[in-house]
């Protein structure tokens, strides 16, 4: 199979202002994107889902008719198009209003005015969740993974960069009391968990595990939007192998696992 290029890409821009729309079909253009489709409001934004199916839809946050959160959510909760890949654009800075698209897989929250680099790597990191090449070597080893967090959207979006990487074998737990119960009775290779999750967080799933749990010695994967630095701070002391903020690169991941298998 031939590699998906930048050229190859479809973006959907959804924006109100016919201004904005330009200035970002613009930077796609300059970034290698040749065919950019545009939309002011999220209802012809999932019509045009249905029909021209794009690679990728790049939304701001405020809508006519809708938020960019909604808009995702809607698109998530679909069947044919959930995985496609999502990016914002916004000025809005506060947690509230952004966790929730981080929640949902976004491959990249952007701001207004943003940089070219900034779009670049935010494009590159769509080929990677859209590249179906499998890293031979990890798919090998037949790796069995738990995700643990209590977005659902979340969990799909890292498999689904774990399948990317042909590992298979993901178990889902929605919070870390039910985490514990899954490796109490089953064997895994490394666990994947949120920080900020209902009845036992993130941080206390790792304590439990390498105080309490036959499995001490378990690597453990942190992917968050967790942004107080203290807390974090603590976590990477208690034995997480690495931190990852959400959104992430899938590049990112896939480094992150072979540090873990050691592949």
């Known amino acids: 199979m031939n590699e998906i290029t930048l050229a190859d890409l479809v973006v959907l821009v959804v924006e109100p202002s016919s201004t904005q729309r330009r200035i970002v079909a613009n930077a796609l253009h300059n970034n290698g994107i040749e065919t950019v489709l545009e939309c002011e409001n999220g209802s012809d934004a999932l019509a045009r889902l249905a029909g021209d199916a794009p690679d ?11 938020t960019g959160t909604d808009l995702v959510h809607r698109i998530r909760s679909g069947d044919s198009k959930a995985d496609t890949p999502f990016m914002l654009i916004s ?3 506060r947690f509230r209003y952004l966790d929730p698209i981080r929640q949902a897989g976004a491959v990249a929250i952007l701001p ?5 680099r900034e779009l670049h790597t935010a494009l590159r990191a769509t080929l990677d969740l859209l590249s179906e090449e499998s890293m031979e070597d990890i798919a090998e080893l037949d790796l069995r993974v738990l995700v643990v967090d209590d977005s659902s959207m979340a969990r799909k979006h890292v498999t689904r960069v774990l399948n990317s990487l042909g590992i298979e074998h993901v178990d889902h737990a929605g919070d870390g009391i039910e985490a514990l119960e899954m490796i109490r009775d089953h064997l895994y ?3 994947v968990t949120d920080y900020n ?10 304590d439990h595990i390498r105080k309490d749990s036959a499995s001490a010695t378990l690597p453990v994967l942190m992917v968050t939007s967790e942004e107080n630095e203290n807390r ?3 976590v990477q002391q208690s034995g997480v192998a690495a ?5 992430f690169e899938p590049a990112h991941i896939r480094g992150l696992v072979r540090q873990m298998v050691e592949v």
């Open 112 to 116: 207004k005015p943003f940089g070219d």
């Open 232 to 234: 974090l701070a603590a």
């Open 189 to 191: 290779d490394f666990v």
């Open 243 to 247: 931190i990852c903020d959400k959104p």
């Open 197 to 206: 999750m209902p009845r036992m967080d993130g941080s206390e799933l790792i």
């Open 56 to 66: 990728l839809v790049i939304s701001s946050l405020y809508l006519p008719d809708m």
């Open 91 to 93: 000025s809005e800075t």
